[in-house]
């Protein structure tokens, strides 16, 4: 079965600090994808990125940087340089490849930034 | 750009009442899907579609139905609602092959 973990439930950091939300998976597939969302206060999910199985590669865009690791399953995400703004509920997620490619979510990480 | 709706963002009903949730997508996605969102527990899958009138369950389908009549809509529905379905529901939508699923705003349901 597919599982998601996010042990860190709370974050909290001064305005301009680089911040890491771990994200460590369990999965059987060889192929799959990996997901991370953004849930501001007025709760609509927003997608942030998207990567499958195969592609490795960290991937930045501006602020935002994603680190995948597949010797340790995990996926990390960092926001260097934080802002207020950045102040959501922060949820990584797994599919299958194949089908409907249902998404398993961890519990989330609430991020607030303090000014 | 992409967008699903949801019907209502805050909805009070009391229990035993007969409850529909709807969820509209203007993408021409296959796939659709309801979650709902508690504290603790992040998003759980209750009933996805993969195709007009076709569903099947997710993970917590108890006391949950859906309704797919058109390939735009997908209904969820509490037949007589308790007070532990008192949550947030969030429908989603994704194409077959891409696997991004884009989310409505939500639903804060209150059963009382």
């Known amino acids: 079965a597919q599982k998601v973990t996010q042990a860190q439930t709370e974050i909290s950091v001064v305005e301009k600090e680089d911040v890491t939300l771990d994200c460590v998976y369990e999965?059987?597939?060889?192929?799959?994808?990996l997901f991370w969302y953004k849930q501001p206060p007025s709760g609509e999910l927003v997608f942030l990125i998207r990567?499958?199985?195969?592609?490795?590669q960290n991937e930045i865009s501006g602020r935002y940087s994603w680190n995948f690791q597949k010797s340790t399953s995990s996926f990390n995400f960092t926001i260097t340089a934080s802002q207020v703004v950045d102040s959501a509920v922060y949820f990584c997620?797994?599919?299958?490849?194949?089908?409907?490619?249902?998404?398993?979510f961890g519990q989330g990480t609430r991020l607030t930034i303090n000014p | 750009d992409v967008k699903v709706t949801q019907s209502s963002r805050y909805l009070v009903k009391r229990t035993g009442e007969k409850v529909f949730l709807e969820c509209v997508q203007d993408?021409?996605?296959?796939?659709m899907f309801w979650y709902r969102q508690d504290p603790g527990l992040g998003l759980r899958l209750i009933y996805f579609?993969?195709?007009?009138?076709?569903?099947e369950k997710g993970d917590i389908p108890e006391g949950y139905s859906v309704s797919r009549e058109k390939k735009e809509r997908f209904s969820l529905i509490l037949e007589s609602a308790s007070t532990n379905q008192t949550s947030m529901y969030l429908c989603?939508?994704?194409?077959?092959?891409?696997?991004?699923?884009?989310f409505g705003p939500g639903t804060r349901l209150t059963v009382l």
């Open positions: 989603a939508s994704s194409t077959t092959g891409v696997g991004t699923q884009y």
């Open positions: 999965t059987r597939d060889t192929t799959y994808y």
């Open positions: 990567r499958n199985s195969f592609d490795e």
């Open positions: 997620a797994l599919s299958e490849a194949w089908g409907a490619q249902k998404l398993v």
């Open positions: 993408m021409d996605h296959e796939n």
């Open positions: 579609s993969y195709d007009v009138k076709m569903k």
